[in-house]
């Protein structure tokens, strides 16, 4: 069974650009939630989707955004990019009700 | 929202070893993983253990739901388990909250 796929692994974007990252869930998963990691703030929650809407939204500023389709593959989108917004971003997919969340290989993103 | 913290923040064992992972969670939750992050930065899935004892060959997890921790024990430690421990939570609303994660550092 194949597991969660992110893309692109690595990006280089410049201050002021937009960049979208997807991620394919595991067959069968309808809920996916998106995680930012740095070093200063560790493992922050973006915001989650199950079956197309959005559930729930951490604190980040309206710069961030997502979407999820109705296969369950997402997108996050980040306009307008900051140096602060270098980072790694991780996905996961669940099941959605409470169950085992698995991750898939993050994108990393780096802001010039 | 739920505040989760880990300890210790480092740990440094020599090979062979036994260390114990604690997690500590201030609510109740429906879910509680333990997650082991690869040097690429893959979250890799250790335990879902929302409540009582699991074992993996030489890892182990414990979750006390009612005092609202968690242990994650690792034996016979091997240089390969050097890496950074992460647990996290869901008081169901549907996200995981982590913790800070403790740094574990097997020297040979």
């Known amino acids: 069974k194949a597991g969660v796929t992110q893309t692109p692994r690595y990006l280089i974007k410049t201050r002021g650009q937009q960049v979208t990252l997807s991620c394919s869930p595991i067959?069968?998963?309808?809920?996916v939630s998106w995680y930012q990691q740095t070093p200063g703030q560790g493992l922050q929650f973006l915001f989650e989707y199950f079956s197309e809407t959005q559930r729930n939204k951490g604190n980040f500023p309206g710069r961030f955004s997502g979407r999820q389709f109705s296969n369950s593959r997402s997108e996050m989108n980040v306009s307008t990019l900051e140096l602060g917004d270098s980072a790694l971003y991780l996905c996961?997919?669940?099941?959605?009700?409470?169950?085992?969340?698995?991750f898939g290989q993050g994108t990393r993103l780096t802001v010039v | 929202g739920i505040q989760v913290e880990q300890s210790p923040p480092d740990l440094i064992l020599q090979e062979g070893a036994n260390s114990t992972l604690r997690c500590n969670f201030s609510d109740s939750v429906n879910n509680l993983q333990w997650f082991h992050q690869n040097p690429w930065g893959q979250l890799i899935n250790l335990f879902y253990i929302p409540s009582g004892t699991k074992q993996n060959g030489r890892l182990s997890a414990t979750t006390v739901a009612t005092e609202r921790y968690s242990l994650l024990y690792i034996s016979s430690s091997q240089t390969t388990d050097s890496g950074v421990y992460f647990c996290?939570?869901?008081?169901?609303?549907?996200?995981?909250?982590f913790g800070a994660g403790t740094t574990v550092t097997v020297r040979a």
């Open positions: 996290a939570v869901d008081p169901n609303d549907y996200k995981l909250s």
């Open positions: 996961a997919s669940s099941s959605g009700t409470g169950d085992e969340a698995f």
């Open positions: 067959s069968g998963h309808r809920s």
